[in-house]
């Protein structure tokens, strides 16, 4: 089901063509990192801290420098030293470490052999004498007065008065809005709420991987599967203290990121493996060593004031924001500050964030970072006020939500927005009035994520025959080369599949950003309409050529030029035809956008979520899901579903059982899917996908970013469905069987509908 | 690392014993869904893999009227769609069914899921309440015990050297008998019992309880039997009080671990529930039963 603006009438735009990425997808033989070998390659094994947090006394590789089939041992110093302060320092020291480790699993030394096994059994032999000192494991622990501080040199940023020692709290972020008392004093009710919540993991299935050739000029290549290849060459320049023109990387397809493969772990330490045995070093994550040592979101700790006026106006609202990034810096606080209350028109609020570090494992991006947290809390709270006043949940949303021209909590006023409709859309689905049946109850949950725009590169490349090929820089990780061919196909007017869509390696195409912030199929698609409006400039010049006309008298109409002038009738060219003649009208046909994108368009959503609860077990299952979202324009409506479907999945997962158990150590006693229990497919309905349809002004084509935005209203749209099934709010992340059983409880037993 | 390993691949029972016999370090497998990711995880490989599943004893199913044979390498999945069956043990075909996904039931055994000895594995709870015995083969030739007596506490048996479980002896139950099998786990399959509860019921021509037992999964080193239970039922029907007799027994017949599975509090007060639902589906299957033998 779409709902849509009167728009202007697109021949492939909006279409579902067969992905062109699919069948080599579907049939297994799609190249991942991991598949690629090359002839003479060495396999390269990390060795990691089993400690959360140690300093590094000393590093004994001789012993496994000595042992069979071993090519190449390196450790921390044999990288050129960073001192706080240097602008990827968190990323050099996580990639490897130095003089501490800072979290169990912490990469620590590394090792290339002939066989896997050899290089494994290299790998245990390297002697690490680790001094351990106390692990900080929770926000509680880490902001004690005696906590053991992680970093001697993190002095708070932000902090007023500024930090004069150092602690865990790497920055506060604090902004406001209004008269935060005079607010409150004018509303009629006023909560106050506490949440927790626990990292999470990406849960991408390929783990990472890589494959580094280092020449004797120099020179590498690295094959891996990243977001961003640009963004993995920099990293890695930097790390190794390297020229980038010494490094070229080649995306490989990459089997999921969600955010977790915007920075980079191996690839370094398989060039400098590479570089000192001389042959390729493949390197491949196991699934143990992706949840020890990549990537989680942040664990949170919130808490949030929300005063409302008997009418439903919203009038004031003030939060306290605990994130913690692991054992980095990290943006979670500023993020969570910058959604939490972006939806709503609240007039006077403020908004204090920490990030605070913990001895647990750098994180990561996770679509949409920090909102779903923030979400959970304040929709939630909305629930909790609609109940209080009497008023229904969709109408006190609809009553305070953001439109076109209100000014958002971070100053500018928002464009041309689909909030609204997003909730009607939820509205007026059958899905909202349909009866529940016995334990059952129904949540509602809008979410927001302001998506980002950055640099962007495409090439257009005219073949002899007449069909083009796109190269742009963007990983395609949710079916964003089909879009990059069906924006082609509408500007140059030939069918997308005579389009072939590539990824191009950081020498063959323009730099581009990483593929986040649910930016490919706005900013590249920007990029590819730039590249081919000058194409079609190129063609019609071509093409008066051929006809001996003036350019001015030459359109580009249905992917042919078509003579306007007056000097009798010419017949019009193809593509084919003109492509055909490239040789003597100027030679090949190539056209380039690259441009830095503005005006992402902010995505929101709104989620109706039916849960059945069996009161005497607390297990909960989701059995009917409905999400609308604003796509902007939808380009591969199929696409659009598939993220929005995605996010809900990821969310629900999130939700109900997603989360790090470690020992009082700091030590992972989950790192397995069977006991890091995200969804499978039985848990989950069919997730009807509403794509609504609120044109971008910025974009060529109306596309806001969609990737992000489908992972925010989940969590609180099962909380509330939860609260409605039992009568109890959850708080705290997960809503595991434990948890709400214990909840169900202490409320006396069910008290469900 | 599965590097150095030897494979055997027996037609015999007898190939088979002999080969244990003069390889100290070999080890037996069915469908290796436990063996191969234990390895994985580091755990030591043995010299010899013996494959069981070329031995048609053990991958067979026969019935001769009165009492069912099941070999101890079939695929669960064969369990699964085995009429006779899943008419005379429909719990313990549920949880056969149970196990892993599709794909692990075409590979995985009754006889690896018992001699794995996990307090989580699905089967045996059901196999004690059917009172199924085990065929066990060894250097002393054959021998036949309580399924119940073989798995002795987390990964330990009572097996001896050189000794595997051939096959499973299962009497056809008396009239208006049935069992059923429930599991708790936070998703919906890929995962592992939190608590688990098999029950098997017989009643009287009047509706009453004749005879019970009720196993449990989970919550103790081995599978708990729950005694106060079966005889809270007996002479009873099996509703109301009996009913809550046997959800509080079986709370309290557990002695659970707070791990990252689950917690002590949350596994004694679901065993109940879970004791309690068995038991009603159970006599609901017998009573659909009637007098069927
Ligand atoms: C993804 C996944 C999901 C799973 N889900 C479940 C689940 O839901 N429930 C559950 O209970 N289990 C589950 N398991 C565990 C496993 O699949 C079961 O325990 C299965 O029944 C084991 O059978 P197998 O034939 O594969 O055993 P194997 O791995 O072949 O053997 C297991 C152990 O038993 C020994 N053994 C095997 N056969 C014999 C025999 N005949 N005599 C003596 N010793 C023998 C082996 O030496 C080994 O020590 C899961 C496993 C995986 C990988």
Redesign the interface.
């Known amino acids: 089901m779409t709902v849509t603006e009167p728009k202007p009438s697109y021949k492939y735009v909006g279409t579902r063509p067969v992905r062109h990425d699919g069948l080599e997808k579907v049939t297994g033989r799609a190249r991942f990192a991991a598949d690629l070998n090359m002839s003479g390659q060495l396999h390269g094994i990390v060795v990691r801290s089993p400690h959360a947090h140690a300093r590094i006394v000393s590093i004994d590789t001789s012993e496994a420098e000595a042992m069979p089939g071993v090519k190449a041992v390196i450790i921390g110093d044999d990288f050129p030293a960073v001192e706080p302060g240097h602008r990827q320092y968190d990323m050099c020291i996580n990639v490897i470490a130095r003089d501490k480790v800072l979290y169990e699993g912490h990469a620590v030394a590394a090792v290339a052999a002939s066989t896997r096994d050899q290089a494994q059994a290299a790998a245990a032999a390297v002697k690490v004498e680790y001094d351990v000192l106390p692990a900080v494991l929770t926000i509680d622990q880490a902001l004690a007065p005696d906590a053991p501080v992680l970093h001697a040199h993190m002095m708070t940023a932000g902090a007023n008065p500024p930090a004069e020692e150092p602690s865990n709290i790497s920055n506060i972020t604090r902004f406001s809005g209004g008269e935060l008392d005079a607010g409150f004093a004018e509303a009629d009710l006023v909560i106050e709420r506490e949440f927790t919540t626990q990292p999470v993991h990406q849960g991408y299935i390929e783990p990472h991987a890589c494959v580094a050739d280092t020449g004797q000029d120099g020179h590498t290549t690295i094959w891996c599967s990243s977001q961003g290849h640009f963004n993995v060459r920099s990293s890695t320049a930097t790390l190794l203290g390297w020229e980038t023109t010494r490094i070229r990387v080649i995306p490989a397809e990459i089997g999921g990121g969600f955010g977790g493969k915007t920075t980079i772990y191996l690839e370094p330490l398989a060039v400098a493996l590479s570089a000192k045995a001389g042959r390729p070093v493949k390197m491949v994550m196991t699934r143990d060593e992706v949840f020890r040592a990549t990537g989680p979101a942040p664990g949170t700790k919130l808490r949030i004031k929300l005063g409302v006026q008997s009418d439903g106006n919203l009038v004031a609202g003030d939060a306290y924001l605990i994130y913690t990034n692991g054992a980095y810096a990290g943006p979670g606080g500023l993020l969570g500050a910058m959604t939490v209350f972006e939806s709503y028109k609240i007039p006077n609020f403020e908004v204090e964030a920490l990030d605070v570090v913990i001895n647990t494992a750098r994180s990561a991006a996770y679509r949409a970072p920090a909102a779903p947290l923030t979400a959970y809390a304040l929709e939630t709270m909305l629930d909790e006020l609609a109940e209080e006043l009497g008023i229904d949940a969709m109408d006190l949303r609809l009553k305070n939500a953001v439109a076109e021209g209100d000014p958002s909590t971070m100053g500018f006023p928002f464009a041309r927005i689909g909030f609204v409709e997003c909730l009607e859309a939820v509205r007026d689905h059958p899905h909202f009035t349909a009866p529940l049946g016995p334990n059952q109850g129904r949540g509602l949950a809008a979410g927001y994520w302001f998506n980002i725009g950055e640099s962007s590169s495409a090439t257009v490349n005219l073949n002899e025959d007449g069909t083009a090929t796109v190269v742009t820089g963007s990983p395609d990780i949710g079916g964003s080369r089909a879009s990059m061919a069906l924006m082609a196909a509408e500007e140059l007017g030939i069918d997308p599949h005579d389009i072939r869509p590539v990824v191009g390696d950081t020498e063959a195409v323009g730099f581009t950003d990483i593929t986040e912030g649910s930016r490919a199929t706005f900013a590249t698609g920007m990029a590819v309409v730039e590249a081919c409006r000058k194409m079609v400039v190129e063609l019609r010049g071509r093409a008066a050529k051929m006809m001996g006309a003036d350019i001015d008298d030459v359109d580009w109409v249905d992917g042919q030029a078509v003579y306007t002038g007056s000097d009798g009738d010419k017949d019009p060219l193809s593509m084919a035809a003109i492509c055909a003649k490239a040789k003597r009208t100027g030679g090949p046909l190539t056209a380039t956008g690259s441009l830095e994108a503005h005006g992402a368009g902010p995505g929101f959503a709104v989620h109706l979520c039916d849960v059945e609860v069996d009161q005497e077990t607390g297990v909960v299952r989701v059995v009917r899901y409905t999400a609308s979202q604003d796509a902007g324009t939808a380009i591969h409506p199929s696409y659009v579903e598939g993220q929005i479907q995605g996010g809900v999945a990821q969310g629900v997962g999130w939700a109900l059982n997603e989360e790090y158990i470690y020992d009082s150590d700091g030590v992972m006693e989950n790192p397995s899917f069977l006991d890091y229990r995200v969804p499978v497919a039985s848990d989950l309905p069919m997730i009807d996908a509403i794509i609504v349809e609120v044109p971008n002004p910025a974009h060529p084509y109306g596309v806001r970013g969609v990737g992000e935005t489908g992972i925010v209203p989940p969590i609180p749209a099962v909380a509330n469905a939860i609260y409605d099934a039992t009568g109890c709010r959850l708080r705290d992340l997960p809503m595991s069987p434990i948890r709400v059983l214990e909840a169900i409880t202490a409320n006396g037993g069910s008290n469900g509908s | ?1 599965l ?1 150095a390993m030897k494979y055997a691949s027996p037609t015999t029972v007898a190939e088979a014993v002999d080969l244990l016999g003069s390889e100290p370090d070999a080890r037996v497998y069915a469908g290796a869904t436990d063996l191969i990711p234990q390895i994985r995880a580091g755990r030591p490989e043995p010299a010899v893999m013996v494959d069981l599943k070329r031995i048609e004893r053990l991958c067979a199913i026969s019935g001769n009227g009165s009492t069912y044979t099941v070999g101890a390498a079939t695929p669960t999945a064969d369990i699964c769609v085995h009429d006779g069956l899943a008419a005379a043990f429909p719990g313990l075909v549920e949880a056969s069914g149970l196990i892993g996904s599709d794909q692990i039931q075409s590979r995985s055994s009754l006889g690896g899921n018992l001699a794995n000895a996990s307090p989580a594995a699905d089967t045996p709870p059901s196999l004690i309440v059917n009172d199924a015995r085990a065929v066990i083969a060894g250097p002393g030739g054959e021998r036949t015990v309580a399924a119940a007596d073989v798995a002795t506490g987390p990964g330990t048996t009572s097996l001896g050297g050189g000794e595997f479980i051939v096959e499973f002896e299962l009497d056809q139950p008396p009239a208006r008998t049935a069992d059923a099998y429930l599991r ?1 786990i ?7 019992a ?1 608590v688990g509860a098999a029950a098997r019921v017989t009643l009287d021509g009047d509706g009453r309880v004749a005879a019970a037992a009720i196993a449990l999964g989970a919550v103790a080193p081995t599978v708990v039997r729950v005694p106060d239970a079966e005889s809270a039922l007996i002479g009873n029907e099996p509703a109301g009080d009996a009913l809550a007799a046997v959800e509080a027994a079986a709370s309290a017949a557990t002695n659970p671990i707070d791990d ?4 002590v509090a ?1 596994r004694r ?2 065993a109940g ?2 004791a309690r639902r068995a038991v009603s589906i159970a006599a609901e299957r017998a009573r659909e039963r009637g007098g069927q033998s």
């Open positions: 690392m590097s708790l936070p998703r919906t399959e890929m995962d592992i939190v990252k599975r689950g917690t949350y007060q679901v529930v879970l």
